[in-house]
């Protein structure tokens, strides 16, 4: 017993020793990722001691150890709710128009831009595609209403103006899922092909010029190399995005959000954000997102292993 004992200690020094041999040997590899370790440490798992408050009734007077322990009780109301439902039903809509009509646009533009052969040309289709991305969701917002409100609406203006009944695209229900995924496409496919463009830079220049030895065209070097060399990026992002099913981008719907399409747009982000900084039951807000992190480590953790035994590589 005493000599198991030994020979385990032997093996977690030796396994200590090996990992500091490790980092000298690779100590800038290691110092140009401690900005990165320490942006996690700080900003992901530090806070997340306070996941404790979705089991307490936090008084912000007495604190986190004066406040009273109340176990699952905040887990038990938010799924009695009336909302609750609603808000899955909404969240998960939304989040399945952007994964059916979102996710494959960076692709598609990615592959378009690839197959530029005039750099110039490129490099500017590439920044026009890139500068929605660095405006504010109030801005978009802005810009959307500009286009398509009932009385200022360039759109309803020259549908009035053919003689037909103006459009009411914002406060209609039936439009706003559509509406918010079109707002996505447009602000952010162009920023989503980055990498796919630099997964497709690594594919080797050989093939290509094989295949265009043996006859193929530019279609069928597309579905034979390029999109087989992009495949395992596809895979990882898709599992990245399955991990925030349970996000909506909160400024987006906060600033999009009326009255009359409240039935469509409430999530649990804008639910949170209402409960728990509006109102003041903090706990409650916690709880909600304690939930959403759940469901999404279980749709990463479940994605991951299904494409593992398709003999694809996971995220792990």
């Known amino acids: 017993m005493q000599s198991t004992t030994l020979a385990k200690a032997a ?3 030796r396994g200590g020793s090996k990992l500091g041999i490790r980092i ?9 990722a401690l900005p990165g370790i320490l942006y996690f440490i700080l900003f992901k798992f530090v806070p997340m001691w306070g996941l404790i408050l979705a089991f307490m ?4 007077y007495a604190g986190i150890m004066g406040s009273e322990w109340i176990g699952v009780k905040n887990f038990t109301e938010l799924f009695s709710d009336s909302k609750f ?3 899955l039903r909404n969240t998960f809509a939304i989040n399945l128009f952007g994964l059916i009509f979102m996710f494959p646009l960076p692709i598609l533009l990615a592959l ?3 197959e530029v052969r005039h750099e110039a040309f490129k490099r500017i289709n590439q920044s026009i595609v890139y500068l929605p991305h660095f405006l504010s969701w109030v801005v978009v917002a802005s810009m959307t209403f500009f286009i398509l409100s009932s009385d200022v609406g360039i759109v309803n203006k020259l549908i009035a103006g053919a003689g037909h009944e103006r459009i009411a695209f914002l406060s209609n229900p039936n439009y706003f899922w559509g509406l918010l995924t079109a707002q996505n496409m447009w602000k952010e496919a162009g920023w989503g ?5 630099a ?4 594919v080797d220049p050989q093939r290509y010029e094989a295949a265009v030895v043996d006859g193929a065209s530019r279609w069928r070097q597309i579905w034979h190399i390029t999109l087989p060399a992009i495949r395992p990026t596809i895979i990882i992002l898709l599992i990245l995005r399955l991990g925030h099913m349970a996000d909506v981008g909160f400024e987006q719907v906060l600033l999009m959000t009326n009255p009359l399409v409240m039935s469509v747009a409430e999530v649990f982000d804008t639910y949170a954000y209402s409960i728990g900084i509006l109102k003041g039951q903090v706990s409650v807000g916690i709880t909600v997102g304690m939930f959403k992190g759940v469901v999404g480590l279980v749709l990463v953790l479940t994605s991951n292993y299904i494409v593992k035994k398709m003999g694809h590589d996971g995220i792990y």
């Not at 009734?57 to 912000?60: A, F, R, S, V």
């Not at 092909?193 to 463009?197: A, E, Y």
């Not at 997964?199 to 690594?202: C, E, L, Q, R, T």
């Open 11 to 13: 093996a977690k020094a």
């Open 24 to 32: 000298l040997q690779h100590k800038y590899m290691y110092l140009l």
């Open 57 to 60: 009734k936090y008084n912000p």
């Open 85 to 87: 439902y609603i808000m």
């Open 112 to 114: 378009m831009l690839n």
């Open 193 to 197: 092909t980055i990498i796919f463009l």
């Open 199 to 202: 997964a497709m830079a690594g």
